[in-house]
């Protein structure tokens, strides 16, 4: 039986009333976003280029300086947020439904949002060589995530 009231619960603590699969799901998840902002934030040439796909933009002076400071400051954001989920994993597990819920926030929009505000971004061949994997993987990663949070706000008995 699904429990909404565990995606706000009224104590935060260690304890989560769910199967095994949606605990060890978010470390692993976790671990996964924690390496991705680990490439954003301090290989940013190498995860802008190599792994998103994007082109080296040429000009004077030279954009692609700044261009790896943003992406390194997303990186640093994306590692904020792992660095909470990672408190929650040792220290309150209660809150795992809920760092679902914004895990679901912030890859749903990269297909609800993406294509709306930077349909222009999203041309290949224009800024990109091919698909970002953000971009590509995203509705996989969604029904993961979705899969999972679902599965968290079960008892361990279902």
């Not at 996989?140 to 599965?151: E, H, R, S, T």
Request: hydrophobic residues 55%; aromatic residues 18%.
């Amino acid at each position: 039986m699904i429990n909404i009231s565990k995606i706000l619960p009224k104590t935060a603590n260690n304890e989560l009333n769910s199967p095994k699969l949606a605990i060890w799901g978010f470390i692993i998840f976790t671990a996964l976003m924690t390496w991705r902002a680990i490439i954003h934030m301090f290989f940013e040439s190498y995860g802008f280029h190599d792994i998103a796909n994007f082109k080296i933009i040429t000009g004077e002076p030279d954009p692609m300086p700044i261009i790896y400071r943003f992406f390194s400051l997303w990186g640093s954001v994306q590692l904020l947020f792992c660095m909470v989920c990672w408190v929650v994993t040792f220290k309150y597990k209660s809150l795992i439904p809920l760092m679902y819920v914004f895990w679901l926030l912030e890859w749903g929009s990269r297909i609800f949002f993406y294509p709306i505000i930077r349909e222009d971004i999203a041309i290949i061949g224009l800024y990109t060589n091919n698909i970002t994997p953000g971009i590509e993987f995203a509705p996989y990663i969604v029904i993961l995530i979705a899969l999972l949070f679902l599965l968290s706000l079960t008892d361990k008995k279902i």
